[in-house]
């Protein structure tokens, strides 16, 4: 590690006005899971025009992913990851530059699309520090992946990015480190020890009725009815079935049946999402799940079994404690008062993990804040941090563009330069 990382990182920070930009730019052209490729090309682009010496990069691994590397002679090597798909969510922010997209989702159903999550600010974010570790090669020896991952979202872009041959590609990284913009204070950094992330599982649900009129319900079985016991009931899995000192928590994100009022629907398709924070609260959940949606089934006399999809599945992310605590100084003396080292656990999910797991690597993954400073501290003085700051996947989410950016790609930096001679 260089004498004074922070002191590297003053000196050799690109001009952010272009990345100010890019950020814009891919805020206002949002791509869903499995379909990033203007941003996989911008990125592309991006990197070559910023002719590194040696650059090595690779484009089109598991999806959309692009892998470049960066080698400065012999020494560590770092990768450091961004995520680039954005959500199926209407823009309300009002924003200039404001998503108007929209795209076919897995079902083919036009949706509006827009970067709910800051996967936009995560790609500018490494976009710059990508370049100002180029610019300060003369401070540092060893080898830096910049990886830009497709299909966070859905939980498959890094294992379908490890299938595709990543580590036969790129060299396998001695650390993995990772970070996400959160509705933090912006400039925040923070970091936590052990686990970081819940794990989440998601399920297509379809529940079948007997479809026919409105006004003859008692010849029918309606499945609008029996979707809404089985949210109801559902809900009651965290409230009665676990632990007070475990975390939980089952959401139906999406329920669709029927097209009209006067018909009695023949099925009805629920989306489920669950998180937990420990193995065997995540066993007990899932299977709850399954013996409520079934009994609710049975007891409303459905003609056939539900259907019960896994659609996605997230790891736990545990950070290790020797790679976490290294990056405790180094963020300290760089951040000041606006790091933290007990950042809160977060209560969503990350498929980051696997880009380590997959190779037995250790990692980290850390947060940093984007909500506007004026807005936090008045949010925080009137007590409605809750209502008044948008949280991630809400259609009010839009990162302040600065200090965001700065803090982000500078912990990008600080963080690989921890880690490399």
């Known amino acids: 590690m260089p004498r004074d990382p922070s002191a590297v990182v003053e000196q050799f920070r690109v001009d952010l006005r272009p990345y100010e930009q890019l950020y814009r730019d891919l805020h206002a052209q949002p791509e869903l899971s499995l379909q990033e490729a203007r941003t996989a090309a911008t990125v592309a682009e991006h990197l070559r025009r910023l002719a590194i010496p040696d650059l090595d990069l ?64 995560h790609v500018a974010c490494l976009l710059a520090a990508a370049a100002t570790l180029a610019g300060a090669a003369e401070r540092w020896r060893g080898t830096v992946i910049a990886l830009f991952q497709p299909n966070e979202e859905r939980a498959g872009g890094a294992r379908a990015m490890v299938d595709d041959g990543l580590y036969t590609r790129v060299p396998v990284p001695d650390v993995v480190l990772g970070q996400h913009v959160m509705p933090f204070r912006a400039g925040a950094v923070g970091t936590r020890r052990g686990l970081m992330a819940s794990a989440a599982d998601s399920f297509r649900v379809t529940l079948f009725g007997r479809g026919g009129h ?43 049946a029927g097209l009209t009022e006067n018909v009695i629907a023949e099925e009805a398709v629920l989306r489920v999402n669950v ?13 709850a799940v399954e013996r409520v949606v079934r009994a609710e089934s049975a007891a409303s006399n459905a003609p056939r079994e539900p259907v019960i999809e896994p659609t996605s599945r997230f790891p736990f992310t545990v950070n290790d404690d020797g790679v976490t605590g290294a990056l405790e100084a180094v963020f300290g003396a760089h951040f000041g008062a606006d790091y933290s080292d007990k950042a809160a656990m977060l209560g969503g ?73």
């Open 58 to 121: 690779h484009v089109g691994i598991g999806g959309h992913g692009v892998a470049a590397v960066l080698r400065n002679g012999p020494g560590r090597t770092v990768l450091l990851r961004a995520d680039m798909d954005a959500l199926p969510v209407r823009e309300l922010t009002g924003l200039a530059y404001a998503s108007e997209a929209s795209a076919a989702d897995d079902d083919g159903v036009t949706r509006p699309v827009m970067h709910a999550c800051g996967h936009d600010m």
């Open 214 to 256: 409105a006004s003859q319900p008692h010849r029918t079985v309606d499945p609008v009815v029996m979707a809404a016991h089985v949210v109801v009931r559902l809900q009651g899995i965290v409230a009665r079935e676990v632990p007070p000192e475990e975390g939980a928590v089952v959401t139906v994100g999406s329920i669709q």
């Open 275 to 287: 998180r937990s924070y420990s193995e065997p609260t995540r066993a007990r959940v899932l299977a």
């Open 349 to 421: 999910s990350d498929d980051f993990a696997a880009l380590a797991t997959a190779r037995g690597v250790p990692y980290c993954y850390w947060t940093f804040g984007g909500t506007d400073a004026a807005v936090w501290d008045e949010a925080e003085r009137a007590g409605r941090l809750a209502e008044d700051v948008p949280i991630n996947h809400s259609p009010l989410f839009a990162p302040a563009v600065q200090p965001t950016l700065r803090a982000g790609a500078d912990a990008l930096v600080l963080a690989a330069l921890t880690f490399l001679d």
